[in-house]
Structures are given as structure tokens and as C-alpha cells.
């Protein structure tokens, strides 16, 4: 299983869809450490610097309905060449929650009082994450802690490193 | 406790519930094209794994980019092609017979009702028009469906939307699903089936079933579907005459899939559509949708007809309606995009090749093309498209460009007009 946790990175909006996570015309790469340069290209954000601010993220926290529009599982990939292990969302788009999820990676639901809360830490916000207990701690100005509930399923492709590999043993 | 039709699907296709509330289906179409699957068989065959659960199960076409516009196109058409022949893969369709993936197969009679479909595509839920389960997924998923056959849902709910009343005269199934998605928001239908039912879904033609569920992802949902019935059975019955006696047999057998009246979903809403207008998109996001004359005046660079939302042969007939023995506004550039090979030269054998061309619009080859803004009307910023697609993502079609999306027979008005307006006021 991979480690989750680290720098955040917030992106304040609803709906953040995968073309602007990446773009299409990117979608003719045939690696994934091809796309690294174009993570969150065509996201407009007031205040928000892609390169300077991608640059030491381990964590992405946003508001509703991440991931919504194309397949794409590029823009799983682009975060996880970004070494973004972690998206914590109010809600994803199932289709990218379940790429993350099939690339071992984590996506976490909380409610959007505890997203509130987070956006309000200030500071450098740092990440500790326990898959296993289903907590974690964030520590800006101030440090908060939440319990989050993962699906079994999702968090059986976290412990065989995706669902690859998972589904190459059990079918 | 009856059923709804997604249930019986999953029900009849499970392959065991791993844990949690998730289903592992068995597949009966996997579905891929050149953008996301080479890199599902470069790590197959990486991993010592490149071969295929069943080379008969899996349709491939090149359609986003073709042909190739660039070396780095050439390469996943070339990574497809060799991996189609390497795995014998018989329904393979390349340039001269490719079309738009969600147009192409389902005219080749690949879908049919009670069917599980994945592909590495989020319009898969087109096919749910055929009664069937069609679901997009990303690469991954893709991959264990062409290594394994399978793939896992979460168990999904079902609303039941029910179209009453009667469409009026120039309003189509895509003003229809742009209505509905402004009404459920594009968060509305996450994790969940949108079952269509009612009158104007019953009097929809296959193509018009297509064009309502291929927007289902723009409202979240997993798919859209509709109950599989006689105008179901008359689309398919070249394909399955040798199954069924009759198309009314067909009909018989269809209603198992039905859903049962007493099934139970998350939410029941009826639409009475009689009183609905041309719609249109005017923001960044598919629920971002006002009446067509609300934005009367606005004016577009470019009009795209074509894409699995609009680009079959109705569309193209309702289009050429408006622009017969028209011109396009001068200051318009008007592109047309017949999905499919045969969606083409049905067209033109039915003279609306020359229509559009008469008028001034380029006709370009079956593609994806401009609707992901790769190829064929890539646009630049600043620029304005009337299209019959179905996203409005910023930059979509080209960075910095924007999008608004329409029926073909609006799209048509605005190319004759120059600016968005009510198509109904434009003599067809
Ligand atoms: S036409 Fe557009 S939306 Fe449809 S499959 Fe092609 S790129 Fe995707």
C-alpha cells in the first residue's frame, strides 16, 4: 500500500472537471510521466499558481463533485506523477473516484462542514492519514482531526495496490 | 419487492460481491478506442499479460483523431491497429470504415438489451438507449475488462425520470436533456442509473434515445436507460432475426429487462416537456442551460454539427431542414461531421450532403475531431462555437475558446444567422 498524506493544496470550487485536471490535447502521451507538466493547465482559480503550487502537494482538498466530466484516468495519473497520493473531497464523480481508487490511490469524502473546516486551518496545511483506523489530522494555524469511512472494496484495492492487481488474483 | 432493470442486469451478470456493496459484472462489450486504451495494453504487456478475455467480446475503433494528425496520434492509432490483429480482434474498424465510437457501434448491432457495456469512454452511457447497462470507465478498469471480462459497480440507484406531454415542433431529445440536466445540476444523478420512461420516450427513435442517454454523465449518472420495446426490436431486428421469429417475439423477450412497476428508486420525478423550448448552454458547465431566446443575438465564429451526441442521420436531416437553399453567415464557419460512414453516405444519397455544402458548411470525415478539441476545428481563444456536442467545458474545443451546446437544428440557425436565435423563427 502506498502513504498517504502531506502538503495540501486547496482548490476552492464545485465541479473541477478532468479537462481541466488535463487537458485533451494531452491525451496522445502514451506515459504517464509525459503529462506532469500540464496537471491542472486549464484550471482557472483566482490567487492560484499551478506550477508554484503543485510543486510540494501530497494532497488535494476541494469542494463537490471533483473529477466530474471525461473518463480520463489521466488525471489520476497526472496528480499521482505530481506525487499527490490524496484527493479529499465533499463528493467525486464515480468515475474518477473509482480510477483513484483502481490506482491504489486515496479519495476521502467528508461532509462539507469538515471541508469548511479545513479550508478555514490557514497556514501550511500538513496531512497525516491512517487508512487502516480511517482518521486523519490536519495541521495549519490550528490542527483538526476527522474520521472518514471508506467502502471495503475501495479499501481492498488500496491494500493490493489497485484493482489490477486485485482482480489478477481473484478472477 | 420488484426490480428495476438495472438490477436484473446485475443480477444476472454477478460474478460475486467482493465486499462492501460492490459488484464484480461479467462483460458482454468492451468497448475501446486510441485514446485510452493503448496505454491499458502498453501496461499489459509490460506486466506479462497481453492477451484478452474473449477477442469476440471486444470492438475497437480509431475515432478521436483520425486519420492521425501527428506523430504522437499515429503512434496510439499504430498501438491499437498491431494490438487488434495481434489479439485477433475481428470488429476492428479503421479508417474508411471508423466512425464516432457511441454512433458506430450500436449501428453495427453490437448493444443489445440486458447487455453489460464498458469503455474507457464517459459517453459509454449512450447504449443504455438499447435497454442495456453502459457504463464509462477510466483505463484501468478498461484493462482488467479486456484481460478478465469484468469489471465492479458499486450497486447503483435508479431514478425514475418520466417524460410526459408532447415535444412541439423544432424542440428535440437534446433540448429535452439539457432541461433535465439543468433541473438535477451536473452533480444530480452521482452513483446513480437515470431510467427514462413515459409518452415522449416511448415516440423517441432509437437516435433520439441515444442523444438523451449519451448526456446522462453530464447530470453524474452512471448511465442512462430506457426500456428495451418494439422501436428497440425494429432497430436491432437485422442482427437478431435469426433469434426471435418475429420482431413482436422480440418485443416479448425484451420485457424481461423491464423494470418491475413496484421497483424502488431513489427518487421519481415526471417532466411534462409540452411547454419546453430550444435549449442552450451559456456557461462552462452542462446544467448551465437558459432558453434558446434568452440568448438571442449572441454571436458564434463557429458551428459544429456532429459527435455520439448529434451526429446521426436525424440530426443531419433536421439540420439541413433550416439550411436548405440557405447560406451560412459569411463571418461562420460551419462544420459538419457525419458520425458514422454510413450516417455519411446515407446523407448523401438523401441529397443533405449537398444541402450543407450548398449552404457553405465543410464536410469532414467520421471523427471525434473538434468536439475534444484534438482535430478539425480546433478553435482558437476568444472564438464562439454553436455545437451539437455535449460539453461546454472551458477550452474544450480549443483553450481559451467557449462552447455552447444545442440541437443540430438550432446549431443550423445560428450558422444561417451568425448569432444564436430561436430556430423556430427561422422558415425551415
Ligand atoms: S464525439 Fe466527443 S463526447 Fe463523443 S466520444 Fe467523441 S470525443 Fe467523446
Redesign the pocket.
Known sequence: MKTFGGQALFLDRNDINTDEIIPAKYLTENSKLALKPYVLEDLKLPGFNVQEDIARANVVVTRANFGCGSSREHAVWVFEVNNINTVIGESFARIFRQNMFNCGMLAIELSKEDIDTLFQLGGDVIFSIDVENETLTAKGNKEVSFSFSLNSFDKDLLVAGGWLAYADQKF | MGKTIAEKIFDTHDRGKPSGNNVVLDIDVVMCHEITTPIAINDLKERDLDRVFDPEKIKVVI??VTPSKDSKTATQAKILRDWARRQNIKDFFDIGANG???ALFPEKGFIRPGYTVIMG?S?TCTHGAFGAFAAGVGTTDLEVGILKGVCSFRLPASMKITLTGELADGVYAKDVILYIIKKLTVNGATDKIMEFHGPVVDAMSMEARMTLCNMAIEAGGTSGICMPDKTTAEYLWPFIKGEYASVDAAVEDFKKWHSDPDAVYSSELVFDVSDLVPQVTYGTKPDEVKDISDMEGTSVDQVYIG??TNGRIEDLREAAKVLKGKKIAPTVRGILSPATPKVYSQAMEEGLIAIFMDAGFCVTNPT?GA??GMSNGVMAAGEVCAST???NFYGRMGKGSMIHLMSPFSAAAAAVKGYITDPRTINA
Open positions: 475515432d478521436h464516432v465510437c457511441h469512454d459517453h459527435s455520439c471525434c468536439c475534444l456536442t455535449n460539453r
